[in-house]
């Protein structure tokens, strides 16, 4: 993780977010991170709320077997950490660079003394409701996916179906 300090750079990230984000940008942190480099990792304390402005980050999950299973690919712009800021849990996701990313970092004492705002809430509420309805039209897909599959492992193998 590098310090970011190119101000022309960080003046159009901030405009980016405050397009979707209206938070006070004057408490923003800019960071860059290189590919493979983790931003988040599962099952630690959430160091920082964070704001993808650039690049592609990988968020995966490690099981109980130690299989690292692929959540999502995002790109920006991206808020992070926040399901992890309401419930007040540690991390849920590893978050990896895949790319060359920048970030703008919230410190996480800034973040909950924010939470009395209700700009800020809604802010989370947006981010938090638009996750979970990406997840759950994902989900519903491979769900529904697998059933075909499933069906079609029962099927005798002279079988096939057709369009």
Same mark, same amino acid.
């Given at each position: ?5 190119? =101000?022309?750079?960080?003046? =159009? ?8 984000? +209206? ?11 290189? +590919? ?11 160091? $920082?709320?964070?704001? #993808? ?18 959540? !999502?690919? /995002? ?16 991390? #849920? ?10 970030? !703008?970092?919230? &410190?996480?004492?800034? !973040? ?7 700009? $800020? /809430? ?20 491979? #769900? ?11 099927? &005798? ?7």
């Amino acid at each position: 993780m590098k310090l970011l300090n190119d =101000q022309n750079v960080i003046t =159009q990230y901030k405009e980016q977010i405050h397009k979707k984000y +209206p938070i006070e940008m004057t408490a923003l942190e800019w960071r860059s991170f290189s +590919p493979g480099e983790c931003i988040y990792e599962q099952g630690f304390p959430l160091p $920082f709320l964070s704001f #993808l402005v650039k690049g592609k980050v990988k968020i995966h999950t490690t099981s109980e077997e130690g299989k690292q299973l692929i959540v !999502a690919f /995002n790109k920006p712009i991206e808020l992070f950490g926040d399901v992890e800021l309401i419930q007040q849990v540690d991390t #849920l996701h590893t978050i990896e660079a895949v790319t060359p990313v920048y970030i !703008a970092i919230l &410190p996480l004492a800034i !973040a909950r003394s924010w939470r009395k705002d209700t700009v $800020f /809430n809604e802010v989370l509420l947006q981010s938090i409701s638009r996750k979970f309805l990406t997840k759950s039209s994902t989900l519903s897909f491979h #769900l529904l996916h697998e059933a075909d599959v499933k069906l079609a492992s029962y099927l &005798p193998c002279s079988m096939t179906i057709k369009d």
